[in-house]
């Protein structure tokens, strides 16, 4: 049986101020897995995770959210792709001025201020304790690791329980050992919990060990969609010399 | 008729020490006519000689290279990063009078969305973080109000000093009293409060949200649900709203007793004379028009700074740039606004 589709893109041309970045992506991320976009630096990746995020409006096509088409002109279908999503960005983006216990609990604050402090501080604490971060929940962003601020802002993205959850470069800047322990988590979350995830890394070692689905993109287009294992087969010039290390990304654009 | 090629036989070291006879050689040109370049005598090639013939390229559209070695096109290749992403050309100009009126059409539909979102705030109380205006009306308040006094203090002495002369020049000693007293509530103390906010208060709003948007803080409320404007401006609009006359009334007493003291002190007139005389002129209508310009002065220091935060685009360059730009936003619709005010009330 096939699996459930939870964001569809159709013929999705990306960018800024009518320049396209990307053109006639057909992104399908299946619910329960972690479908990873990858390329190089300035490829796009972030722009289309932009797109998917509702901050970006398409040049031209559409993207679908659990088969509703998102009107990123409306206020109203906006908040409902925000209530189902999760971001984690880059650099963590968990407001200085607030600790950790505000920080994650600020979705619940502001949307539901009738949730009680005991039980508000209750499900941070449970999220915390997930990223294992429990003991630190009156400590401030500036006074965390690169490492924990990442986690810290995972938990922040699960706290209202989202369908999806997408990240921007996790393991960037992070060392081997914190950025394993990224993906550890994430593998965690999508199996307990079945959150689906959509990461955009250009990390090999986090892809090998997270990915379900992979999207790369290249020079303005989709260079291979589909299952991680078929990477391997893709006759695809970039693919190779990207992921399969057969010589660097640049070389093949000189060829 | 075959079109007339310009041929350049380049020399054997193009590179930056002979960058000199390299110019000269290219130098008159002709734009219409193509151009072909004799690469077979080059000997040496740095990223100065690349960029001479790149910028050729985009001078004349019919640039052609003849007699290059693999070693020195591999070199053009990796200098020019074919297949990098390159720099839109297309993207519009930094200033032009379309980014203008387009910035100010922005800066009033912030300024209508804010006064509404206050709207529904004190309506319904919601969409404000907790504590969050409490704390902004700290900073602004009790981070502004010593050296809102100092300044006030200052500008009351120095204001007394230059008129106390002349005054007792012709025996009008006690008039002092009357030019302190209006003076200094009616335009010096809501002037001198409203350039002190924009550079204190001002300025810390546009790089506290310019630096958010730059760390994607402005993205991540957005993708809560939450409206970054709305989140970030009520509690500091409201918060201006009440600091402000503390502050003004603080200002107007500190202010005023400057010029008392000097009164005092260079033309022998008693507190109690100078605060009499002073209420000949001065009356509630007085305070209360200085209190409203401030309250004015300081929504649009917040409109200004925080929409010159939210427009921040380049990093940490982009946030001092704004930053700078906000403080002379702010000044300036404040001069203007001041003028304005004063001429209404002619």
Redesign the interface.
Known sequence: MAEAEIITTHDLCIGYLDTPVVSHIDLAVKKGRITVVLGQSGCGKSTLLKTLIGLLPPISGRVDFDGQAVDFSSEHSLQRLFRRIGVLYQNGALLNSLNLLENIALPITMHHPTIPDNIRTEMVYNRLRQVGLAPDMSRYPSELSGGMRKRAALARAMILDPEVILCDEPSAGLDPITAGGLDELMLNLKELLGITFVVVTHELRSIDRIADDVLVIHSGEIRFNGPYPQLEISPDPFVKSFFLKQGTAIEETQT | MTQKIQRIRLPDRLVLDNHGEILNLLRGLDQSLPVELDFSGVDRLDSTGVAMVCHLRKTHSDLRITGISPHHKRMM?VFTG????QP?S???AASSPHKGMHAFKQFLILMADEFAHVGRFLANR??V??GEIR?QLYLMGYGSYLIVCVITFLVGVTIALTSAKQLNNFGANIYLADLVGFGMIRELVPLMAGIILAGKVGASITAEIAS?KV???V??L?????NPEK?LMVPRLIAIGLAVPLLVTLANFVGIFGGMLVGKLFSGISFKAFYQEMLTIVNLGDYLFGLGKTMVFGWVIVISSGFKGFSVTRGALGVGIATTESVVLSISLIIILDSLFALLVY
């Open positions: 290749e074919s297949g990098a992403p839109d297309s993207m519009p919601r969409g973080y907790p704390h958010m760390l994607e803080e993205d991540a957005q993708t809560m649900g939450l989140f």
